[in-house]
């Protein structure tokens, strides 16, 4: 099919619900459908938006082009769960459907306020000579999770910025109400600005937000601010890095600054951005509180502007596990939330004793398993795991001890994005490998490297499931691993 804008501008109403059941079979035939994942029912899911615990349930949206793989007129999404990996499907809850939002519903959040939950998010509207015009957008839901009203609070843009100015995160603080919203300058910078509200929901300016970074991409997408461990943290994506060494391999980034943010001042002390994930497919995460009072990160497994395998059955992209996000030493660390150790059925323990020759153990669940790996002696300079298959596709994570330079690389993986060049992504760990835990379900691999301090996240698409684990070294090396099964989410 022949992606035209008026084909990407079509709505749910254009089809019969006959059609639409037609599109989800064809869906499930796909041979990459995730197991314990948040996926699209049909079409392209991404920015995951208004993630809250709210009266006893975790709810969370994503952004759904629902007619094809392909970014187009943006609804929400609606998933809930009690906890955070049985997420049931409940169905699109915001439409396009208002002269404000006419050309898409694009990202936002939610907040609690007197018992009612509100979502903002940014309306999308074009003219007749197709120029764009933003407006932030404020939804009541009643308790059912249903729109009972929505109007603008934002309409078109302050003076000094470009039409790319989206995806408001909200916030309580004292008696006022703030959001941060991701920015270009007329001058072709990212920036990240920050509005104060009243009760009545009445928002301005106060500014952008002084983090030193000048020159540090054309756009920010998806900010989120909030406090962790008595520090400031400001997650977003930066547009138009380009790569340096190891880091900004992606097309597109999305890291972290920590310090000290002043509400008076808007100054944002810190020292330096920081990559949240240094796999292949991680963008725009959005952070809530978990019942527990834990900052819970959940990310787009995927990235704009990349062709997926996934494609020819109509349907693209997933949600990340959820994380645990705590601070070590001026370091994000994410581990995985415990609610997903749930999912566990059976499990299998073994020692293995790695020197010259390789060692091979069997995948417990080939396609939805987790593996937790230990090094508990290293006299090697060098070792390897390797993930395959009977088709001779492999997944392969190396580890130089000498350098402390950890690789991931799916060159021979499987079927690849179509337009990604470098299929290798490597990370420098500031202390020697200890462990890696390991999440795969039948098309990605999300490794938690010492105990979260770095991550690596990576969509997948071989022929068959990976059925084999092997380590490799080039000396004497003790490797305690625990695998689980893990049933369906």
Same mark, same amino acid.
């Given at each position: ?59 969370? $949206?994503?952004?759904? $082009? ?53 979502? =903002? ?43 790319? #100015? ?94 000290? =943010? ?19 497919? #991680? ?77 091979? /153990? ?84 999300? /490794? ?12 997948? =698409? ?28």
């Amino acid at each position: 099919m022949e992606w035209t804008r008026e084909a990407r501008y079509r709505g749910l109403a254009s089809i019969s619900n006959d059609i639409f059941e037609a599109m989800k079979d064809q869906v499930n035939q796909s041979p990459w459908r995730q197991h314990y994942h948040i996926q699209p029912v049909t079409g392209l899911l991404n920015d995951p938006n208004g993630f809250i615990y709210f009266k006893g349930k975790y709810h969370l $949206f994503y952004q759904w $082009f629902p007619l094809g793989p392909v970014h187009g007129l943006k609804y929400w999404y609606h998933v809930e769960s009690e906890d955070l990996i049985h997420f049931e499907n409940k169905g699109p809850v915001i439409y396009p459907d208002t002269t404000y939002d006419s050309h898409g519903a694009y990202s936002g959040s939610s907040i609690q306020i007197d018992h009612h939950l509100y979502v =903002f998010y940014t309306g999308n509207h074009r003219t007749k000579a197709w120029e764009r015009i933003p407006n932030q957008m404020v939804a009541k839901l009643n308790d059912d999770i249903e729109v009972v009203a929505k109007q603008p609070i934002i309409e078109g843009v302050p003076q000094g910025y470009t039409e790319h #100015f989206r995806d408001p995160k909200v916030w309580q603080e004292d008696e006022h109400y703030y959001f941060v919203i991701g920015a270009q300058t007329t001058e072709q910078t990212g920036r990240a600005l920050i509005y104060q509200g009243d009760t009545s929901l009445n928002f301005h300016l106060l500014g952008e937000i002084d983090t030193g970074l000048s020159e540090f991409g054309y756009m920010w997408e998806c900010p989120d601010l909030f406090k962790l461990d008595d520090k400031d943290v400001l997650i977003f994506c930066p547009q138009g890095i380009e790569p340096d060494g190891i880091h900004f391999q992606n097309i597109y980034q999305s890291g972290y600054i920590i310090g000290d =943010f002043s509400l008076e001042t808007l100054e944002m002390k810190h020292d330096g951005f920081m990559e949240l994930d240094h796999g292949f497919d #991680f963008y725009a995460p959005q952070t809530t509180l978990s019942k527990e009072g834990e900052r819970v990160l959940i990310g787009w497994m995927g990235l704009p502007d990349i062709n997926y395998p996934t494609d020819q059955y109509d349907w693209a992209h997933c949600l990340t596990l959820p994380r645990v996000l705590n601070i070590k030493d001026d370091t994000l660390i994410q581990k995985v939330h415990p609610d997903v150790e749930k999912l566990r059925v059976c499990s299998y323990e073994a020692i293995c004793e790695v020197n010259q020759d390789s060692t091979m /153990i069997d995948l417990i669940h080939p396609e939805r398993s987790e593996v937790d790996i230990s090094i508990v002696e290293n006299e090697a300079d060098e070792l390897s795991v390797v993930f395959s298959n009977q088709s001779d596709e492999a997944v392969k994570i190396s580890y130089e001890k000498y350098t402390g330079a950890l690789m991931l690389d799916r060159s021979q993986s499987g079927t690849l994005p179509s337009n990604q060049d470098n299929q290798t992504r490597t990370v420098k760990l500031n202390q020697p490998l200890q462990s890696l835990r390991i999440f795969i379900d039948t098309s990605s691999m999300e /490794i938690f490297i010492n105990e979260g301090t770095h991550v690596m996240t990576t969509r997948l =698409f071989p022929k068959a499931p990976y059925e084999h684990c092997m380590f490799s070294a080039s000396g004497n090396v003790k490797i305690k691993t625990k695998q689980y099964e893990l049933k369906r989410g």
